[in-house]
Structures are given as C-alpha cells and as structure tokens.
C-alpha cells in the first residue's frame, strides 16, 4: 500500500512523539506502535508500566485502533476483556461508534480509552475487581440501552424508539408519552436525544440482536 496520505499513519506518528516509550514498528502500510505506556498514580508517579501495540482497524478513525497488551500482565480471557491473540476488548460496539463518531486520532483513543482501560486493569490486578465493570455481547449491549435510557424496562426502550423514530409530530409542550404526567420537554426530549443521537439503523440493529424485535 502506498497511498499518499494515510491517515492513521500520520496519526502514529503524532502519538509516537507524544508518547517517548511508543516507537513505530513495521512497514509503511503495515506501521504499527510498539512500546511501554506508563499508568501514573493521582501524584504523577508511575504506578505501573504495560507493555502494548497498537494497530490500525477497520474504519479507523471512526473505530478504535486494535490495541494489543503483549506483555502478558492481563490475563486471557472474556471476563479480562483480553482475547486469545492478545487484543483489548475497551468497549461496547455501540458506545465505540458514539465516542468515534466525530473520529477519534490515536492519541486521543490512548489519552481517553486506552490508559483508564490499563488504570482499571491495574485497579483489578491489586484490589480484585474493576471499578467499573462493562459486559459483553448480549448483556453488554442491554447495560448500554440501560444507562441511555435510565430504564431497564425493554418495554419502555421499545415506546421510547417507537416515539423517536416512527412518530413525527413531537409536541415539546404537550404530556410526556411515557405516562409521567410531565411535559415532553420536561422529561423524555433529552433521552429521546441520545436515541436519535445513535442512529435508527444502529437500535434497529441492536435491538434485534438482544431478541427485543
Ligand atoms: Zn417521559
């Protein structure tokens, strides 16, 4: 591959200077991080050092890049979120697309995903649990729906989707459609938001997964 202007390449690059322990590996086309990337305590004194590489992905920078831990300080397995071949798992699909959805450069996925995801890996490895804990797949996906809807009620996910995506005339002022009493505005406009925010094709998508339709 030699195209002039690869983003994810240049993004690399811009991350190998702003982080001394990652230098680039591989070929052009093929470039990859490799190194050390420090966990540093509330005081700024390295807490803990992983050994990482980073990759590129599918559809970067509107996905994550593959983050790999090579140094074998994570456990491999599903309730590590760390796969046979070394790979991260650092969030739910959908949550991904919604953080990348303006793109996410390789800096910003380590300053933002990657260094809490090994901060909390290395809160389990010395406490015994995460702080905070994520599913996968099909749990992991409800848990999403869960907290963007502040409901666990499936029911009430499918009123709200029906209302943000079948309904057309939306009356801000008018009683609330969930039955609260409340107006609209006052109460499911902002979670209504969220729901537009993700993108019909995607609940559509999401929501047959988890056997809702
Ligand atoms: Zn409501």
Redesign the pocket.
């Given at each position: 591959m030699t195209q002039k202007k690869d983003i994810f390449e240049r993004d690399l690059l811009l991350a190998s200077k702003q982080f001394p322990g990652l230098s680039i590996k591989g070929t052009p086309g093929k470039l990859f991080l490799k190194g050390i990337l420090d966990i540093k305590d509330c005081d700024g004194n390295v807490a803990y050092s992983y050994s990482i590489e980073i990759h590129r992905a599918d559809g970067y920078p509107f996905r994550f890049p593959k983050a790999y831990e090579v140094g074998g300080d994570i456990p491999i397995g599903s309730d590590w979120h760390k796969y046979e071949d070394n790979s991260l798992c650092l969030d739910v699909e959908t949550e991904e697309v919604l953080k990348c959805r303006r793109g996410l450069s390789v800096s910003d996925f380590i300053i933002q995903e990657l260094i809490p995801h090994l901060a909390n890996q290395r809160y389990r490895a010395t406490e015994g649990h995460y702080v905070n804990e994520y599913k996968h797949g099909i749990s992991g996906v409800k848990e999403f729906y869960a907290e963007q809807m502040e409901t666990a009620d499936e029911q009430m996910w499918l009123k709200i989707a029906n209302h943000v995506f079948v309904t057309k005339d939306k009356r801000r002022n008018e009683l609330?459609?969930?039955g609260?009493g409340?107006k609209?505005k006052q109460?499911?406009e902002r979670i209504d938001q969220r729901l537009e925010l993700i993108g019909k094709q995607k609940v559509l998508n999401d929501f047959n997964n988890i056997g809702l339709i």
């Open positions: 609330c459609y969930c609260s409340k609209y109460c499911h």
